[in-house]
């Protein structure tokens, strides 16, 4: 019983957390989904063990405890391949930018001494450049 | 040099870091030689490279944080490809090439009408270089024994390739970058070219040991994925036409 007792109040921590963190709109659309998921599903395993049992008997496994754990451990391996997926698009765009924000600098650059070697009366006013750095 | 002036735009693009007691002398050299219009990528260095750099003639381009060597290069490949230079030659900014070579390495370019050309200076690899070329050669059967010279020209079916999306996760300009511009079909050339040791600082991937283990399990894993992957040719082979010199 205090077996029970102590998995229902570590699901319920858990799934109080995730669902605090949604509230209050720290994840972005789809990974608030995922999470809130994560949470119904530790809240129902949690509170009602036997789940587990009659998953194991259905999927054939001997010792149904280690279900939960393999199919967890598999989950958050895929979840972290798909992580560095998106960090690496995120370095991609990150150069990219980079780049291109050296580009225009360079593009102002040409256009200032353009339109203050010859100044003309409708000319935009541009800012003064600032400190390079 | 009115005689250059006929030919496509050409631009000399030199990646530096930190390389201000060297990139002035290297830029003059560039247009004594070959007249180009000069870029400068200054990979976010602490010291004056980029006044050095400007006031000796060339359009410098900052980055505002470390792209590496290969950031660098891209960004004057993008350059160049907004600006419609026909051709861009890349070399360092320390000043181990000679910019006298640079006229023999574009007349081998049009001569052999490969879309690169790598200068290559075989006195100078070292047998870590050539363990490694051995290696990479049975990997990728990509012939280029100095794979890593940053002495190259390239025509500008190459330079859109390397601006474009696909180039933007490489680290190095080397074996990376040439097996993008052979999953394109273009063509490479090597051909000798004198260079001088580093008059300051190292190679950047063959200065220890670890770092060498690092650069060949990282190539490694790159081979893998552009061998994994189908070739793609996205650019039509009708292009060449308005390439030819």
């Given at each position: 019983m205090t077996a029970q007792i102590t998995a229902g109040v570590i699901a319920l921590v858990l799934a109080g957390a995730i669902l605090y963190m949604v509230r209050r709109d720290h994840l972005h659309g789809s990974y608030a989904l995922w999470w809130l998921a994560v949470a119904a599903a530790t809240l129902a395993l949690g509170v009602f063990p036997p789940v587990i049992d009659w998953l194991g008997r259905l999927t054939g496994?001997?010792?149904?405890?280690v279900l939960p754990i393999i199919v967890g451990i598999g989950m958050i391996l895929m979840r972290m391949l798909k992580m560095d997926i998106d960090r690496s698009r995120r370095e991609r765009q990150l150069r990219r930018l980079t780049q291109r924000l050296a580009l225009l600098e360079q593009d102002l650059r040409e256009l200032r001494a353009a339109t203050q070697a010859a100044p003309r009366d409708d000319a935009p006013e541009l800012p003064r450049a600032a400190g390079r750095r | 040099m009115p005689a250059f002036r006929r030919q496509p735009r050409l631009l000399a693009v030199i990646p530096a870091r930190n390389e201000a007691g060297t990139v002035a002398e290297v830029i003059h050299g560039v247009r004594a030689a070959v007249g180009a219009d000069v870029l400068v990528v200054s990979d976010?260095?602490?010291?004056?490279t980029a006044e050095q750099a400007r006031q000796a003639g060339a359009v410098v381009i900052e980055l505002p944080w470390r792209l590496g060597a290969w950031g660098a290069t891209q960004t004057g490949m993008r350059y160049a490809l907004r600006r419609g230079y026909r051709r861009v030659l890349t070399l360092d900014a320390?000043?181990?090439?000679?910019?006298?070579e640079l006229p023999a390495l574009l007349a081998e370019q049009r001569r052999t009408r490969s879309n690169v050309v790598i200068g290559t200076?075989?006195?100078?690899?070292s047998a870590a270089k050539r363990i490694a070329w051995r290696y990479f050669h049975l990997l990728t059967?990509?012939?280029?024994?100095?794979?890593?010279?940053?002495l190259r020209v390239y025509d500008r079916r190459a330079v859109r390739v390397l601006a474009?999306?696909?180039?933007?996760?490489?680290?190095?300009?080397?074996l990376g970058v040439l097996m993008l511009l052979r999953k394109n079909g273009l063509s490479l050339h090597e051909t000798p070219a004198r260079m001088s040791p580093r008059?300051?600082?190292?190679?950047r991937v063959f200065s220890s040991w670890r770092m060498v283990m690092r650069y060949m399990l990282h190539t490694t894993v790159l081979c893998f994925a552009q061998f994994a992957s189908s070739p793609r040719?996205?650019?039509?082979?009708?292009?060449p036409a308005a390439l030819a010199p």
């Open positions: 496994i001997s010792y149904a405890p | 976010a260095s602490d010291d004056a320390d000043g181990q090439h000679h910019p006298q200076c075989s006195e100078r690899l059967g990509i012939g280029v024994q100095d794979f890593t010279s940053g474009g999306k696909a180039a933007s996760l490489l680290d190095y300009q080397d008059r300051q600082g190292g190679s040719r996205r650019t039509p082979r009708a292009a």
